[in-house]
């Protein structure tokens, strides 16, 4: 941030009276800008003993493997936004279920949620960020050729916890955002 | 916002090419402003069969009863930020547990978090945000001086869940975010 977008002055960094952290402020309307992580939803949409994946057509990544996710927007909740970006991803509908984990990704100020899901039919393909959507057993998943940890240390877990149940919550951290 | 952040032009409202939402769009430099929904996030700070709650210095509610909750900032994770609003508001030292609940708040752009947590010590005193912080059993609460729904009802819930056991994760949607 250069310019103030309520008046289009410069912007100063300082830290303001009473807060604790440096932030963008407008020396003319006296407006703060604040920061903050978003999030970033989606799901791991099930069929059978099956997954559904969508290879990127977008960069970064592209031409790797991921599970529909993206940016949440305002005026939606967790569960929706999951399913919008199931539907624009893999133009796939889904039955939103549990929420099955949460990633702090603070390296890159974004915090990531995933939730089970159930695929309703199987009348799925590409949307325009995808090259192509595919349903894979755990045997069949390009492991490595997943976009991101972020996604194939959930999924690996998700198989894994199938085996013997229902997956189940957990939250956690990766510091290190590298695949 | 009015003017790009970027470069100071005044900008445009617009869906951008392959997106499917109105953006502030900027007919100079073309950037992009997206706005997505932030993360407030807070803790129950146990003790014995008691919890620490903060009466409001600052508007909006002021002088109604909280708990410690606050946006998240970048760089840090979910149980950090839970854990610097306690300081901050309470400076109270807690040892966060796992996470109790999520409210849905798309009327205001928010997701509220709120996780277990032991108190560590009694040595808590206001914040600048305080005017007063004290321990409350459940029939001692101010209920009806609680200052928003997101932390009464889930409030409400864990006294109860505590009579039973140990409060379990959940996750609701709050349409109606007055009191």
Redesign the interface.
Known sequence: ????????T?VDIRIPE?D??PRHVCPTCNRI???????VVGCIPKWEDKVLLCRRAIKPRCGLWTLPAG??????????AASRETM?EANARVKIGN?YT?Y?L??I?Q?YFLFLAELLDLNFQPG?ESLEVKLFKEKEVPWDEIAFRVIGIPLKRYFKECHTGEPS?Y?D?LDNIDR
């Open positions: 941030m250069k310019y103030c977008s309520n008046c289009g410069l009473g604790t952290l800008h604040y920061h903050n992580p978003k999030m940016f949440m927007e305002n005026s939606e909740t967790l569960e929706q624009e929420l949460i702090n603070p390296a100020n915090v325009i919550f939250i951290t």
